[in-house]
Nanobody, 126 residues
């Protein structure tokens, strides 16, 4: 069964850090670009960080540039999103998505991924 499972969300104070994990199973995730998307209440889902299949090229949306980083460990079928200096506007449901055909930058721009996780809530509040 094809699955992407996110974990690591929660409540964090402004200025804090959080690391999200996405574990893939049931497909060859090491042949796929993988990305993190988020959707805040009343807003469209948006790609914030994507990484290519080899893990040597990444894209970070402007909203997270300098604060977010994405990495992957193909041996563990895991993609990590590390977030620092979190702001209340980072509050959203964060989703992991993968696609074996799309380049990583297209994945983030279009959001037309083949596989999606269920999402994990991140709340930044004091």
């Amino acid at each position: 069964q094809l699955q992407l499972v996110e974990s690591g969300g929660g409540l964090v104070q402004p200025g804090g850090s959080l690391t999200l994990s996405c574990v893939a199973s049931g497909f060859s995730s090491d042949n796929s670009a993988i990305g993190w998307f988020r959707q805040a209440p009343g807003k469209e889902r948006k790609g914030i960080a994507c990484i290519n299949d080899r893990g040597d090229s990444t894209y970070i949306d402007g909203s997270g540039r300098g604060r977010f980083s994405i990495s992957r460990d193909n041996a563990k079928n895991t993609v990590i999103l590390h977030m620092e200096s979190l702001k209340p506007e980072d509050t959203a449901i964060y989703y992991c998505a993968a696609d074996p055909e799309l380049p990583f930058h297209t994945l983030c721009a279009d959001g037309r991924a083949t596989y999606w996780g269920q999402g994990t809530q991140v709340t930044v509040s004091s």
